[in-house]
Nanobody
Framework: QVQLVESGGGLVQPGGSLRLSCAAS????????MRWYRQAPKNERELVAL???????NYADSVKGRFTISRDNAKNWVYLQMNNLKPEDTAVYYC?????????WGQGTQVTVSS
């Protein structure tokens, strides 16, 4: 079992920045890939970014050049630095991890980009 807790969401103006954090606890030895997803109202959940245990990253086209995913394997945290935020980035952001026993999800943190 892995428990995930996200933090760092909030209200920000267009062009601003936020840094999301996700703390993992539990059976940490089995965590491989860590991911950030988001879901806006009336939209399907979409993958925003992922990072493998070895540090390989991948991003959705809509966030490339603006968002950066990173992880601290010693602390089992994953981060999402979000710069130049746009109103269309407004969503609930979820972290998720892949493990040998399945995928685990956090409860989500709201990000609202509005003037």
């Amino acid at each position: 079992q892995v428990q995930l807790v996200e933090s760092g969401g909030g209200l920000v103006q267009p062009g601003g920045s936020l840094r999301l954090s996700c703390a993992a606890s539990g059976s940490l030895f089995s965590i491989t890939t860590m991911r950030w997803y988001r879901q806006a109202p009336k939209n399907e959940r979409e993958l925003v970014a992922l990072i493998t245990r070895g540090g390989i990253t991948n991003y959705a086209d809509s966030v490339k050049g603006r968002f950066t995913i990173s992880r601290d394997n010693a602390k089992n945290w994953v981060y999402l630095q979000m710069n130049n935020l746009k109103p269309e980035d407004t969503a609930v952001y979820y972290c998720a991890v892949d493990t040998s026993t399945g995928d685990y999800w956090g409860q989500g943190t709201q990000v609202t980009v509005s003037s």
